[in-house]
């Protein structure tokens, strides 16, 4: 597996993704989350929804990844939330050197 990973979530408003993005970064879970608003589209009990959403993008060190889907589960506010982490197999060794430091409580 990668050294790190980007991880991505969804929540339901603006506030709410602040609330998560400040909690993983002030637990050292996440070195910087960065939230965009989207438009999803999905099924949700047998019906279309068409929803406005807040998609956090989580870049944290791969051995953080397990805290960092502990917290997300205890803290969204989603029956099931989107938990999703795709490994970083490149970049700017200072970022990602950054991002280990960030990572270590």
């Not at 070195?31 to 989207?38: D, E, F, G, K, S």
């Not at 993008?57 to 997300?72: E, F, G, M, W, Y």
Request: hydrophobic share 40%.
């Amino acid at each position: 597996m990668a050294d790190h990973v980007q991880v991505v979530t969804t929540t339901d408003s603006e506030e709410s993704a602040a609330s998560l993005a400040r909690g993983i970064v002030e637990a050292a879970l996440g070195a910087c989350v960065q939230v965009v608003p989207i438009r999803s589209f999905y099924v949700w009990e047998g019906a279309a929804q068409d929803d406005p959403e807040w998609q956090l993008q989580i870049k944290t060190s791969a051995d953080r990844l397990p805290a960092l889907v502990a917290h997300l589960k205890a803290e969204h506010g989603y029956e099931v939330p989107e938990i999703i982490a795709t490994p970083i197999v490149g970049g700017n060794p200072e970022y990602l050197s950054w991002v280990d430091e960030q990572t270590r409580s």
